[in-house]
């Protein structure tokens, strides 16, 4: 039986692992983390509407019900060549190898004074302390944003910034504070979202006219001190609490890989996610999500749901080869943006692709959509409930 080695617990990972065991293949799983997080959903960690643990699953408790292994570690480098993965104390080979790593952050000049939501997860309980802190004052200035990679566009995450931005908003006038809180969202394009289409950032401006939520875009940023953000033309943003999510770079372990990078750091794949320069392929060697460098139009994003559909079709492809077929199939036909919009009282349905781009409010519909979404996950992944077809 064919082993395959999948570096990363995290959602590519663990749906990679998922189907290569329903294929029948010896699958490990290395982690530097024994749970998997949930990041669509740990968007109301920060507002108390979920824990951490609510949002988190234990890898051990995954591989006992797909029947993978989990092994603990740090990987730090990676050599093709010789089929082979190093730690600092352990050597790992493969027949096939799944990378999954993700991706590092930018850095920025004093990241160090903000928190973000798609970073450490546990980061997101320092925020939940920190706003917790700020409406126990009874008032303060909340500013959230997030940036761009000029070397690659597809790996921003702006939805996450937005939804968080909205749930605070949305926990301050429950408690009936909010006039209290100066929020403001910042960015350094000029037109943050544009990846939604002009009418969903038409209606975001809606969203922040009505939520009286301020708004600083096109301006660089310089700097994030503690007591708020210093941008280009010497404008200062004051703020008790930063949360910045960077845009993603490439992963610090892949510099130490004999991979093909684009200029962001990114593994450069063909269509069926082997790692391929274009003219060279190794057809043993998958990249999926984060980690791996889209290829597509300039609005294309690194999203959940486009992550597991490169896994799936890996866990695939690798069956074919198995099978000596080369009936493959790829990730370019399945590249959109699709995502419900959380703002903790309503929320909104995002669509993007070649042909259309829509937003369209789903009220309090659409919040109790995301939250059984999220219940669905994580009991679907477990197996106490079928899984519908592509998802």
Not at 119 to 125: C, D
Not at 276 to 289: H, K, Q
Request: with cysteine.
């Amino acid at each position: 039986m064919a082993h395959v080695l999948v570096l990363g617990g995290g959602l590519a990972g663990v749906e990679a692992a998922i189907f290569l065991r329903e294929y029948g293949l010896d699958v490990t799983i290395v982690s530097n983390r024994d749970y998997l997080y949930v990041y669509p959903t740990s968007i109301w960690v920060p507002t108390g509407d979920a824990t951490f643990e609510s949002v988190s699953m234990p890898l051990e408790k995954l591989a006992k019900v797909h029947g993978f292994e989990v092994i603990i570690d740090e990987i730090n480098a990676i050599n093709t060549q010789e089929q082979k993965v190093h730690s600092n104390t352990k050597e790992y080979n493969y027949d096939y190898l799944v990378v999954a790593l993700g991706s590092d952050k930018m850095k920025h000049k004093g990241i160090e004074n903000t928190l973000t939501i798609c970073g450490e997860p546990t980061e997101s309980l320092e925020i939940k302390k920190r706003l917790d802190a700020l409406i126990a004052k009874g008032g303060g200035n909340i500013a959230m944003g997030f940036g761009g990679n000029p070397k690659d566009s597809s790996n921003v995450r702006g939805g996450p910034t937005f939804e968080v931005l909205f749930n605070v908003h949305n926990k301050l006038k429950k408690l009936g504070i909010r006039e209290n809180f100066e929020l403001t969202f910042f960015a350094p394009m000029e037109k943050p979202g544009a990846r939604m289409g002009e009418r969903a950032m038409g209606m975001m401006d809606i969203f922040f006219n009505k939520l009286n939520i301020k708004k600083q875009v096109g301006k660089k940023i310089v700097e994030f001190s503690e007591d708020g953000i210093m941008f280009e033309d010497e404008t200062h943003i004051a703020s008790d609490l930063t949360m910045f999510i960077a845009a993603g770079d490439g992963h610090s372990v892949l510099a130490h890989s004999d991979m093909p990078l684009n200029d962001a750091g990114f593994i450069k794949i063909n269509d069926y996610c082997q790692v391929s320069d274009g003219i060279n392929t190794l057809e043993r060697v998958f990249a999926i999500g984060d980690c791996a460098a889209l290829e597509g139009p300039e609005w294309r994003a690194k999203q959940g749901h486009i992550a597991e559909v490169m896994a799936r079709n890996s866990a695939f492809n690798i069956k074919m080869m198995e099978s000596n077929s080369k009936a493959f199939k790829g990730y370019q036909d399945h590249l959109n943006i699709l995502c419900v919009m959380d703002s903790g009282d309503g929320a909104a349905f995002v669509y993007r692709s070649d042909k259309k781009a829509m937003m369209i409010p789903l009220f309090t519909l659409g919040h109790w959509m995301k939250k059984g979404w999220g219940w669905y996950y994580k009991n679907s992944k477990m197996k106490r409930m079928f899984r519908l077809p592509g998802m």
